[in-house]
T-cell receptor, first 114, second 113 residues
Framework: AQSVTQPDIHITVSEGASLELRCNYS??????LFWYVQSPGQGLQLLLK??????LVQGIKGFEAEFKRSQSSFNLRKPSVHWSDAAEYFC????????????FGAGTRLFVKA | EADIYQTPRYLVIGTGKKITLECSQTMGHDKMYWYQQDPGMELHLIHY???????EKGDLSSESTVSRIRTEHFPLTLESARPSHTSQYLCASSHTGSGNTIYFGEGSWLTVV
């Protein structure tokens, strides 16, 4: 069955520290991959996406993600976290037809401590 | 990026009332979606549309209904609201020609008392 797993329900990092959020997927073929961020009371904002090509993808707000086919992973990273990065992060996968077949992970809540 | 507008952002209504959550997008996206999300929980697709006059139910059963009479407009209606309908409703859209990347509105928070 197709699925997305975000193993960490919540993560706490210190401001200025590096961040890595994990995402693993189960899919029949190489899917399209996405990371979204959701601030409290808001909708989801697209951080970055991977369709093909370079497996290291740069996104907005200083985030990047690396697609590793052998590990079926698409982990999100940021070298230095800011307090404003505290939010919920969702990984998503979709077939190359995308759309309604997009599957979202359960999310990882990021807490940033001063 | 898609510009998706949802109104109202926050709504508190009494049980049994009829409500419509409005959603409009200005990017000409062919596909539109409604997701339901309880606080701190995952997203559940409740409705989607391939285009005008096309509507389908999503993975999560919902008592709400939708319509797609115009490309840019995808309202969601609850004929008789109940406390169990209290949730956040997220409208979204995507374009087939751009990998169907889904873009979201800011959400509508519904509280039924």
């Amino acid at each position: 069955a197709q699925s997305v797993t975000q193993p960490d329900i919540h993560i706490t990092v210190s401001e200025g520290a590096s961040l890595e959020l994990r995402c693993n997927y189960s899919y029949g073929a190489t899917p399209y991959l996405f990371w979204y961020v959701q601030s409290p009371g808001q909708g989801l904002q697209l951080l970055l996406k991977y369709f093909s090509g370079d497996t290291l993808v740069q996104g907005i707000k200083g985030f990047e993600a690396e697609f590793k086919r052998s590990q079926s992973s698409f982990n999100l990273r940021k070298p230095s976290v800011h307090w404003s990065d505290a939010a919920e992060y969702f990984c998503a996968v979709a077939p190359n037809t995308g759309g309604f077949k997009t599957i979202f992970g359960a999310g990882t809540r990021l807490f940033v401590k001063a | 990026e898609a510009d998706i507008y949802q109104t109202p952002r926050y709504l508190v209504i009494g049980t049994g009332k009829k409500i419509t959550l409005e959603c409009s997008q200005t990017m000409g996206h062919d596909k539109m979606y409604w997701y339901q999300q309880d606080p701190g929980m995952e997203l559940h697709l409740i409705h989607y549309s391939y285009g005008v006059n096309s509507t389908e139910k999503g993975d999560l059963s919902s008592e709400s209904t939708v319509s797609r009479i115009r490309t840019e407009h995808f309202p969601l209606t609850l004929e008789s609201a109940r406390p169990s309908h209290t949730s956040q409703y997220l409208c979204a859209s995507s374009h087939t020609g751009s990998g169907n990347t889904i873009y979201f509105g800011e959400g509508s928070w519904l509280t039924v008392v």
